[in-house]
């Protein structure tokens, strides 16, 4: 088997943990990047190289990319594999933190595969892999901003395999279904912490331990109500009406937490809580295989399906009418 230099993200946890030893194993030069630089370590005895790494960070992705190059003198493989569901009623998450997740998922994926690109195109070889999910063909109850980043992971990678044929270079979309990672517990926790009612003693914005946008993220300019006010009215309304305010239950305020969607938001992450810690799912292993055979295939497929129910789940969305696959959708997120 050809050793080949690769970088992958996420490899702190879960999938991108497990890929990182599997690849190492196999006698490829695996340098796994992360945040969390203290659980990259214990990876080192595997023969994996640690990297600190923010996706959110440009400079920092440049660095990544420049201590591979610079130790190995060429780049093969990018497994661009870092991400989390920020999970919550559309009117409930801030944008934000919808922002950040796409920050994360699609913009931090591709400032990534921008870097690597002349590298790979000067070698005139090299496989991008793009971790995106089945959640990238359809969406899941109360996963809106997620799924536009999965969605867009999808689109940004059809279009690149397009584009990079004629350099030699693969695209390769990794499509897992639900898979046993702390994945589904930080998508339960964000689901529970957007959907809090706000309180009505900070009519503001309401604090949020959700970990928040980055500093250059800019905030709404759109003045913000409170839930519980009665007087206020959206700026962009356009109308002041001189009568007495009628009660609103529903104030439209961009900081999110309006309360509205409370219960269903805690029976969805109760929902996620039970299938994540159930044996109905797969664990890593299954998505590691297909990003073997993505990295070590001759001819690397264009999409790998990995995990139990994935190309069911896909085949029963185009099958099944919208508002039927909709119900029954919902139905199960919130038994
Ligand atoms: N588990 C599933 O059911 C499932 C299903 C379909 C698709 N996926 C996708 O598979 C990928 C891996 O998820 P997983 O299940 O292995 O979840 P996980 O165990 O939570 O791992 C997520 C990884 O992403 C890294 N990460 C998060 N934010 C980052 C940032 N700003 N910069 C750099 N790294 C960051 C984390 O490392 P640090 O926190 O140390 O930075 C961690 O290593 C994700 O793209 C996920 O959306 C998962």
Redesign the pocket.
Known sequence: MQQKVILL?????????ETAIRLARQGHHVYG????LQ?LQSLQAQGVHPLQ????DPSSCAAAVQAVVSAEGRIDVLVN?????HFGAVEDVPLSEARRQLE??LF?LACLTRLVLPHMRHQHSGRIIN?????GHFTSYLGAWYHVSKYAVEAFSDALRMELRPHGIHVVLIE????R????E?AAQHLEEVAQPASPASPSSPSSSVPSASPSSPSSSVPSASPSSTASRPVSSGAISSRPSIPSPSSPSLDGHTGAYLDESRRTAAFIRRLWSSSLISG?RAVTAAISSAVNARRPSARYVPGRFGRTLILLHTLLPTRLFDYLMRRTMTS
């Not at 990672?181 to 589904?184: F, L, Q």
């Open positions: 993200t996420g490899a702190s946890s879960g999938i991108g943990r990047a992360a945040r969390r659980l790494l923010d996706v959110t594999n870092a991400g989390y569901g994360v998922n931090g971790t995106s999910s089945i959640g897992p279904s639900s898979i990672t702390p994945w589904g930080i890593p």
